[in-house]
């Protein structure tokens, strides 16, 4: 089992930048691929960034790719996502999730463990 607590979010300018923080505890995270998902309204929830925690391999979205990073503090077993350029197109609820298996995969479904949520609110 493995909980996930996300923090972080905000209502920031567009432009601004905002860092997100996903704090993991439960298990080791070795074998483990974490990553960010977003919920917008009345949008299908979309894959955003994932990390590798074993390597650290990162993966991102064609609409965040150059503005966002993914990272992961290992001591603290957290995982970041700092997000440049914020745009209004980026609000939504930010979700972490952690599949036990090495890989990262864009489809919700292959995601057993789910943060609560964290709401970004751009504003134009």
């Known amino acids: 089992q493995v909980q996930l607590v996300e923090s972080g979010g905000g209502l920031v300018q567009a432009g601004d930048s905002l860092t997100l923080s996903c704090a993991a505890s439960?298990?080791?995270?070795?074998?483990?691929?974490l990553v960010w998902f977003r919920h917008a309204p009345e949008k299908e929830r979309e894959f955003v960034a994932g990390i590798v925690w074993t390597g650290g391999s990162t993966f991102y979205a064609d609409s965040v790719k150059g503005r966002f990073t993914i990272s992961r503090d290992n001591a603290k077993s957290t995982v970041f996502l700092q997000m440049n350029s914020l745009k209004p197109e980026d609000t939504a609820v930010y979700y972490c999730?952690?599949?036990?298996?090495?890989?990262?995969?864009?489809?919700?479904?292959?995601?057993?463990?789910w943060g609560q949520g964290t709401q970004v609110t751009v504003s134009s």
């Open positions: 999730a952690a599949r036990g298996f090495i890989g990262v995969r864009i489809s919700q479904n292959a995601y057993l463990y």
């Open positions: 439960g298990r080791a995270l070795s074998s483990y691929s």
